[in-house]
Nanobody
Framework: QVELAESGGGSVQAGESLRLLCTVS????????MGWFRQAAGKEREQVAT????????SIRDSVKGRFIIAQDDGKKTVTLHMASLNSDDTAMYYC?????????????????WGQGTQVTVYL
């Protein structure tokens, strides 16, 4: 059974940073796309960042460009979302996702697997 386990969420003050970690289990991610989504209360889920397993190309949502970075660690089989200069608009449940490569970077990516989510709250 594929498992995507998120960690690292929490409550921070505006301007601070957080690092979200997704640990992948029972999944052959050799030919896959990994990504992060978020969903704020009362809003639709939105894609935040993706990373292509071949070559490491990434896509980052415009509203977080320059502040968020997605990275992968093959040895540990983890995907990290580094978030800096957080603001109240970043408050949401963040989900790790995995799936095929189609649409991974610059396209409409549809993940196959999802984690349970980790809450990020940014207060003023």
């Amino acid at each position: 059974q594929v498992e995507l386990a998120e960690s690292g969420g929490g409550s921070v003050q505006a301007g601070e940073s957080l690092r979200l970690l997704c640990t992948v289990s029972n999944y052959d991610w050799t030919s896959s796309c990994m990504g992060w989504f978020r969903q704020a209360a009362g809003k639709e889920r939105e894609q935040v960042a993706t990373i292509h397993r071949y070559g490491g190309a990434t896509s980052i949502r415009d509203s977080v460009k320059g502040r968020f970075i997605i990275a992968q660690d093959d040895g540990k089989k983890t995907v990290t979302l580094h978030m800096a200069s957080l603001n109240s608009d970043d408050t949401a449940m963040y989900y790790c996702a995995a799936g095929g490569l189609r649409g991974c970077v610059g396209g409409s990516w549809v993940p196959t697997y999802w984690g349970q989510g980790t809450q990020v709250t940014v207060y003023l």
